[in-house]
DNA sequence: TACTCATATGAATATTTGTTCATGTATTAG
DNA sequence: CTAATACATGAACAAATATTCATATGAGTA
């Protein structure tokens, strides 16, 4: 959401921290990464999504046995699970008519305790 | 963004995964708890707050600072503050009429790490 | 006091995004 | 081949959200 038609107004900060904003300037990763670092969490912070890798955590499953989990349509479910796959977080085999779900590799695991920690230590 | 005005449709999957699906359910966490989890990973969803959080890893920095550093509207950037503050995310002290904001805990900056990794790592 | 500077905030707006609906594709069964 | 089942997908719509603009607040200063 970039909008940017004004320019910025400056204040008298700039010139007392320079230093200190040139130093933090100067170890900023890329734009881009820190653009790819956002994308990445944007896909845990959805509710539906979070439920969807929570099951996932459990056990491997068929698209609608997720959709019967959370009570939602198929369509819904398989959505999500496109924004879940095209983001690398799990991954999907094929048994006949049915696609099998899980998740790409416990590192997805690790980040949503290290969330769930976090929200439950405050 | 919850809607569901239509019953959803069942598949025979339902009858064959039943003891699946029933034992996940009993083991997923309280639907607000996961509403609470994706709440806390949307806020690290956004380039903008993602840079900011990025930048208070290395210095606490005024909001006339962070805006000068990502370019941005002394406006914009107070806005995204006001998220991260309410998410417990950063802290701010003020000092005469300057304000200014670091991160609440170390906590943060490994979720932030955790994440670059995974990205580096796909 | 009046004035300036740094920050905060409410409303408006444009963009993004999640779900629904309709329909398409792949696989199996008859 | 035809029908049915499981899943995928494009378009439309509603809701959420990030930025801008205008303005308010709070702290120092003349």
Redesign the pocket.
């Known amino acids: 959401?970039?909008?940017?038609?004004?320019p910025i107004?400056?204040?008298?900060?700039d010139i007392?921290h320079q230093e200190v904003v040139d130093r933090v300037r100067g170890r900023l990763p890329q734009e881009e990464t820190l653009y790819d670092l956002a994308?990445f969490f944007?896909v845990f912070?959805?509710?539906?999504?979070i439920r969807i890798l929570w099951a996932l955590t459990e056990s491997e499953m068929?698209?609608?046995?997720i959709?019967n989990l959370l009570n939602?349509?198929?369509?819904?479910?398989?959505?999500?699970?496109?924004?879940l796959k095209q983001a690398a977080l799990v991954k999907?085999r094929?048994?006949?008519?049915?696609?099998?779900?899980s998740l790409d590799d416990d590192h997805v695991q690790q980040i949503l305790e290290q969330g769930m920690s976090h929200i439950n230590e405050k």
């Open positions: 959401m970039a909008r940017r038609n004004v107004e400056k204040c008298d900060c007392i994308e944007k912070g959805d509710s539906t999504r068929c698209v609608c046995d959709a939602m349509t198929q369509s819904a479910i398989s959505h999500q699970l496109r924004v999907n094929r048994d006949g008519k049915v696609v099998y779900y």
